[in-house]
């Protein structure tokens, strides 16, 4: 069973798929929308640091986006990037680093210097948080929605990531676990059946996805992320009629958050979580 729903998923992500027309279809109500602030709200902070989780927060994300690698003494951290080089002033991967040698590290000048009509004093010297600081500081019921990044790279960090969802009690009902890789959601799958799951997927070309892709997604997840950019109203459509949530990414202007929400879908990713706020409630 497992490799007939790897097989099936391979041919979605490799986002191979043609043009569609698009079809009539009823908007869900705006206040229903998931509103994902995507590795914080990094339009306005450093991401992926507990200040950019809070400013998403105060401007009405649902959900505090957290991207894992791994260290080398097996601490699981917040950066989307496998490398140091692009988000803070180290070099090499993360995996090469102990958590005290990522912690002496600034995660935030970088910000100021690529955004400077967003920079602020107080950006300098952020630190790396961990995942168990960002579940401390923002307690049990805040809702998270956590990807395992290239967990290829880092056995064993699913065991790692659900020891900590339970030591800190982690609302399950709320929280989303999501990946690239089916593998992984697999295997949380298998570790713990009540976790929502979340398949993301990459396209490169216009959207189109299967049947038997569907069906075998449904097996274990409870949604899909596709990228923005090659959806239609067709495939948005029968992503929902089937049954599943439909989270694209990453979205950031608000003729395309109203686009894909007069489509259908049942929420989005944005860097910019104030300007989702906004449409949802019609601004």
Do not use: C
């Not at 992926?48 to 994300?61: A, W």
């Not at 649902?62 to 951290?77: A, S």
């Not at 569907?214 to 009629?241: D, R």
């Amino acid at each position: 069973m497992k490799k007939m729903l790897l097989t099936a998923l391979s041919v979605a992500t490799l986002g191979i798929g043609i043009v569609t027309s698009g079809m009539t279809a009823q908007a869900k109500e705006h206040t229903d929308i998931t509103n994902v602030a995507h590795r914080g709200a990094s339009g306005y902070a450093p991401e992926h640091t507990i200040t950019s989780y809070k400013i998403g927060e105060q401007m009405h994300g649902d959900y505090i986006e957290v991207d894992l690698q791994m260290t080398k003494d097996g601490k699981l951290i917040a950066m989307h990037d496998e490398t140091l080089d692009r988000t803070t002033n180290g070099t090499g991967r993360v995996k090469d680093y102990t958590l005290e040698e990522i912690k002496q590290l600034d995660a935030g000048s970088w910000f100021n210097e690529k955004y400077p009509e967003a920079a602020k004093d107080e950006y300098v010297g952020l630190q790396v948080p961990t995942l168990e600081e960002v579940f401390q500081t923002f307690g049990k019921n805040k809702k998270y929605y956590i990807e395992t990044k290239s967990p290829n790279v880092y056995p064993g960090m699913e065991e790692e990531l659900l020891r900590l969802i339970n030591e800190y009690r982690i609302d399950k009902d709320t929280l989303l676990v999501q990946s690239f890789s089916p593998e992984s959601l697999l295997k949380m799958h298998q570790l713990d059946p009540s976790i929502k799951l979340v398949q993301l997927l990459s396209y490169q070309s216009p959207a189109m996805i299967s049947d038997v892709e569907i069906a075998a997604i449904k097996e274990y997840a409870i949604g899909i992320g596709p990228n923005s950019k090659y959806l239609s109203q067709e495939y948005v459509q029968k992503v929902v009629n089937n049954g599943l949530e439909i989270h694209p990414y990453t979205v950031n202007e608000k003729e395309e958050m109203r686009k894909l929400i007069d489509w259908g879908v049942t929420g989005m990713f944005t860097n910019y979580p104030d300007r989702l706020q906004e449409v949802t409630k019609g601004k």
